[in-house]
């Protein structure tokens, strides 16, 4: 069993997990192009891919998503509000505003009232008799703008609509808390506490390996059914997403500073640091730190942070710790 982080961080988040047998997609934050060409310097095959994985609607988790899937035509497996909330976010929407409508309506009614003052002052002249096939060839063709019924035997030059941008070629929705299976890849997804309508982190257990594998980034804090689900994890995917000073002193605005901050906001350097140290069990042979602020954190400040932690309990001592990177894919971690 394998798992390859081909992005993580604030511009986009992707992961490879595969088996012998089932090869997975989690997230798709980068563009299709960025995300083709991230798995063939990891050297993985896109063909080979047998799902694509969502784990909230946000945009550095979905950018890509619909284009992937649409060409590699293969099912995406999201909860059901997820799905909601990203068609509605791609699905293109018109506004107008009150004074707009009211001038559309104005210009409706000068419309009809011009078509029915044609229809009145033009009769028909005494001298000529009109037969009934003649009769429509009498009435005055009426604007463009006004209402009226078209004949649907006749042939019109009616547009093509436009492609369905949120059109998925296969849809499966999950429940977080409910276990499902991918090929030979059991998958447990769980709650987690971010801002988006139903975030859920993810853990993979290959059933002929016996290795599980977790994703758990996005989350504000580390609550008591994450802490449970992170188990006996083999390789495990954790935020470490801002060091606190960087982040109180950095350029974000402070209503941003205060969601990023909150309990659904993102997991601090220190926040990871002191989960490793008291709640973490030790089982994982990597721990891969993940979705780290490139403005509000350095790579060495997560790292020192992390293997402070570990170093700190004897147990945790054949734990390595990596760092996952935005501008390119990590090496691959197989177990």
């Known amino acids: 069993m ?13 992961t490879v997990i595969a088996s012998a047998q089932t090869r997975l997609l989690v997230d798709a934050g980068l563009s299709c192009r960025e995300l083709l060409k991230r798995m063939a310097i990891a050297n993985e095959d896109p063909a080979a891919l ?44 018109t506004t107008m505003t009150y004074a707009k409508w009211l001038d559309h309506v104005q210009k409706e009614k000068e419309a009809r009232a011009t078509a029915a003052a044609q229809l009145t002052t033009e009769p028909v002249a005494p001298s000529q008799t009109a037969s009934p096939s003649e009769v429509g060839s009498l009435i005055p063709e009426l604007p ?21 941008p949120a059109f998925l070629p296969t849809v499966e929705y999950f429940h977080s808390g409910t276990n499902f ?32 594998m977790a994703i758990a980034t996005d989350l504000g804090y580390v609550p008591p059914n994450v802490k449970s689900a992170l188990k006996r994890i ?8 801002h060091d606190l000073e960087m982040l109180r002193d950095g350029p974000y605005p402070w209503a941003v500073k205060q969601r990023v901050l909150s309990r659904v906001g993102h997991l601090s350097n220190h926040a990871t640091a002191e989960f490793l140290a008291r709640d973490y069990d030790g089982a994982a042979t990597w721990i891969v730190l993940g979705h780290l602020s490139e403005a509000n954190n350095a ?9 402070q932690a ?17 501008a390119a894919p990590l090496a691959t971690i197989s177990l």
């Open 50 to 93: 047998d799902a694509i994985l969502i784990t909230h609607e946000h945009q550095d988790h979905i950018a890509g998503l619909a284009v992937l899937a649409r060409r590699l035509r293969i099912p995406v497996f999201i909860t059901e509000p997820t799905h909601r909330a990203w068609v509605r976010m791609v699905t293109p929407r």
């Open 181 to 212: 299976s991918i090929g030979d890849i059991s998958i447990t997804p769980f709650t987690i506490p971010h801002d988006a309508v139903d975030p859920c982190g993810f853990v993979f257990e290959s059933r002929s390996e016996s290795i599980r």
């Open 299 to 307: 790579p060495e400040l997560a790292l020192i942070a992390a293997e």
């Open 2 to 14: 394998r798992m390859t982080v081909l992005a993580s961080g604030s511009k986009g988040n992707s």
């Open 310 to 326: 570990i170093q700190g309990r004897a147990t945790l001592l054949g734990n390595r710790v990596l760092l996952a990177l935005q």
């Open 144 to 164: 463009a703008s006004a209402e009226s019924v078209i004949d649907p035997d006749e042939e019109e030059d009616v547009p093509a609509p436009k492609a369905d």
């Open 234 to 241: 083999d390789v495990l995917l954790l935020e470490s997403n």
